[in-house]
């Protein structure tokens, strides 16, 4: 079975610091990896994805993760942050052969502080 | 294109009635799948659809918790008997049948008093 985890529940920044959001995952298969992101009260938007191809991914709004097999992580990375960053951000495994079912980290809440 | 849709929002139930929630998916998607998010927890699979069809209720309870997705209309989540374990978020997604994003909706908050 598959599984994920995010080692810090909260992270504190100040604006235009950088973040680095950590995830790992455990899967005997290939895997799909994600970010969503959900703002408060919102349901949550995809982030970026890994699928296949070049390890390193990019969102529109500055975020990337790269996918390390060998250490099995996905982490998440923004060089300089905003307030309206502010959100919490859940990292999702599938497995490349069945990949509908995600499962999720518990998430990790990112405050950005002026 | 409208996104996926869910209803109500918010939903309170007073422990033994029927809590009911809907998902209409994003045009042109026929894959439907339902979440649960409990306080302070990632969100949960609970169950894959189909129209018509249930492809796996493996995260679904045993009692009380049924899934449809009709040929016409939205998926519905039904609960029945609610008891206050049953208070968290629900949230619905779909995706075509490449499975290769899924789109959430909303999310419907039951609070069960």
């Known amino acids: 079975a598959q599984s994920v985890t995010q080692l810090d529940s909260q992270v504190p920044v100040f604006e235009e610091a950088p973040v680095e959001l950590r995830c790992n995952y455990s899967?005997?298969?290939?895997?799909?990896l994600f970010w969503y992101v959900q703002y408060p009260n919102q349901g949550l938007q995809l982030l970026l994805k890994y699928l296949s191809g070049s390890t390193l991914v990019e969102s529109i709004n500055g975020f990337e993760a790269e996918f390390n097999k060998s250490q099995t992580s996905f982490h998440l990375r923004k060089p300089s942050v905003h307030i309206s960053d502010t959100a919490e951000y859940f990292c999702a495994v599938s497995e490349g052969g069945s990949n509908y079912k995600l499962t999720f980290g518990k998430g990790t809440l990112l405050t950005v502080n002026p | 294109n409208a996104g996926v849709m869910q209803n109500p929002r918010h939903l309170v139930r007073r422990r033994g009635q029927e809590a009911r929630l809907r998902c209409s998916p994003m045009k042109g998607h026929s894959h439907v799948y339902w979440y649960r998010q409990l306080p302070e927890e990632g969100l949960k699979f609970m169950v894959y659809?189909?129209?018509?069809?249930?492809?796996?209720e493996s995260g679904m309870p045993k009692e009380r918790f049924s899934a449809e997705f009709p040929k016409e209309g939205p998926s519905i989540l039904r609960i029945q008997q609610v008891v206050r374990g049953d208070s968290a978020a629900y949230f619905c997604?779909?995706?075509?049948?490449?499975?290769?994003?899924?789109?959430f909706g909303p999310g419907t908050r039951l609070t069960v008093l």
């Open positions: 899967s005997s298969v290939s895997v799909y």
């Open positions: 659809l189909q129209k018509e069809n249930i492809i796996d």
């Open positions: 997604a779909s995706s075509p049948p490449s499975h290769n994003e899924q789109f």
